[in-house]
């Protein structure tokens, strides 16, 4: 079955305790991407990754790193949580962002940093 | 920034009515696409709509583009209670931005059995 696979589901962590949020696809997609969500907010784009080794940041970048290393997988790392990253992220994949195909999100992370 | 804004909010409706949700965005695009989530879940991809056409269909759905306007409407025809979710619209543009997709801020659909 064609999908984003995300883990964890759930995460509560401390505030400065890394912590690493990871996403794979078995889709054989160029293009993988973060987003997190927030009530009043809606999606806002971290990170993005147009192929191995190729990133850049989104609208929200502050707080977060990623890499790509491997075409499948594309973590979500974050080197010192704090309170206000506290929301629901989702990893999401395409073949051609912006050109005609439509995103494949993973089921979502709902992070806790207390 | 290139997000979009759905309107309105929230919508309630009787099962059977139609629903009709809108999307407008401010800077040129490439396509534009619609998304349904359910509480708390993943956005399910639902219909995508190119710059150059006015409007498409896709089993009970029905979205139109009108880049003067620069909105979309997304038709729910027939509704059920199974498609109470928030949708979203998002953008993809032109240029610098063609990689990204811009995401409204969703409308709450709930549909009374």
């Known amino acids: 079955e064609a999908q984003v696979t995300q883990n964890p589901r759930y995460l509560i962590t401390v505030t400065g305790k890394k912590l690493t949020v990871t996403c794979s696809q078995n889709m054989n997609h160029e293009y993988m991407s973060w987003y997190r969500q927030d009530p009043g907010l809606g999606l806002r784009q971290i990170y993005y990754?147009?192929?191995?080794?190729v990133t850049d940041k989104g609208d929200v970048p502050e707080g977060y790193k990623v890499s790509r290393k491997e075409k499948r997988n594309f973590p979500l790392i974050l080197e010192s949580p704090s309170p206000n990253q506290t929301s629901l992220y989702f990893c999401?994949?395409?073949?051609?962002?912006?050109w005609g195909y439509g995103y494949t999100f993973g089921s979502g992370t709902r992070l806790t940093v207390v | 920034s290139q997000q979009g804004e759905e309107d309105p909010q929230a919508l309630s409706i009787q099962e059977g009515e139609n629903a009709t949700m809108n999307c407008s965005y401010k800077t040129s695009i490439n396509n534009l696409q619609w998304y349904r989530q359910n509480s708390g879940r993943g956005l399910v991809h639902l219909i995508l709509i190119r710059s150059n056409e006015r409007e498409k269909h896709s089993g009970r759905l029905r979205v139109t583009l009108d880049t003067s306007k620069k909105s979309s409407s997304l038709l729910i025809t027939a509704s059920r209670a199974a498609d109470t979710a928030s949708y979203f619209c998002a953008t993809a543009g032109g240029g610098t931005g063609a990689n990204n997709l811009f995401f409204g801020t969703g409308t709450r659909l709930t549909v009374i059995p």
């Open positions: 999401a994949s395409s073949s051609l962002a912006g």
């Open positions: 990754s147009m192929n191995v080794e």
